[in-house]
């Protein structure tokens, strides 16, 4: 099964927040990810979190971690038509040999 | 943006044939990974490599193989195409295997077996 889960379908108005969740299983030290992947393009690096951190923020992009509960989110604020795309998030872990293990990936739609 | 090519962009190619995928970097970088990207999937680790003729196996590797002569390019093979493997193929680079190095993405090869 999955190491990485997130939800598959995300539709918000343009000018509201979205969030995006994401659960993973690794408890080891752990970085966690956020890519961005527009359609018919490789995969962007957003930004990224290591698990002793709660929370970091980035312009629009606010990253979420709850520990306990092995959650991350990501929070888009005023989001925009030119933020359509598919999110992933990864988690890279010393058991896994440092490679990174996606999610299966949210596709966010943005309405005007 | 990194410099990572992928050739081709796109390929069809029929059952049972061998297929290449060439990764090629600019960036000097140590590390290179082949995925595969599936819906409902996400992107699945086929192979990765941590230098010139290293190679290991992801969690998606039989019928791909791998290989790397030098450290620039990084070579995934189907030795013989099915129709499972239709899939959109991605390379990415990184300058060290450890837990807060970026990796970077090609723009991806798609890949339809018939």
């Known amino acids: 099964g999955e190491d990485v889960e997130q939800s598959l379908f995300l539709s918000v108005r343009e000018g509201d927040s979205s969030v995006i969740n994401c659960t993973y299983t690794d408890s080891s030290s752990t970085y966690l990810y956020w890519y961005k992947q527009e359609p018919g393009a490789g995969l962007q690096l957003l930004t990224y979190?290591?698990?002793?951190?709660d929370m970091k923020q980035d312009q629009r992009l606010t990253v979420l971690l709850n520990k306990k509960d092995k959650h991350l989110s990501l929070r888009i604020a005023d989001t925009q038509t030119g933020d359509s795309a598919i999110y992933f998030c990864?988690?890279?872990?010393?058991?896994?040999?440092?490679?990174?293990?996606f999610g299966q990936g949210t596709e966010l739609s943005v309405k005007p | 943006d990194a410099g990572i090519t992928q050739s081709p962009r796109h390929k069809v190619t029929e059952t049972g044939t061998p297929v290449t995928l060439r990764c090629h970097q600019t960036e000097n970088h140590r590390y290179m990974y082949w995925y595969r990207q599936d819906p409902g999937h996400g992107l699945r680790l086929i192979h990765y490599s941590y230098g010139v003729k290293d190679t290991d196996k992801g969690e998606v590797s039989d019928g791909y193989s791998v290989s790397r002569s030098k450290t620039e390019d990084f070579l995934l093979t189907l030795e013989s195409a099915t129709s499972s493997q239709t899939s959109v193929y991605f390379c990415?680079?990184?300058?060290?295997?450890?837990?807060?190095?970026?990796?970077?993405f090609g723009q991806g090869t798609r890949l339809t077996v018939v």
């Open positions: 990415a680079i990184s300058e060290s295997g450890t837990l807060n190095t970026e990796a970077f």
């Open positions: 979190i290591f698990s002793n951190m």
């Open positions: 990864a988690e890279k872990t010393g058991s896994q040999g440092g490679k990174l293990i």
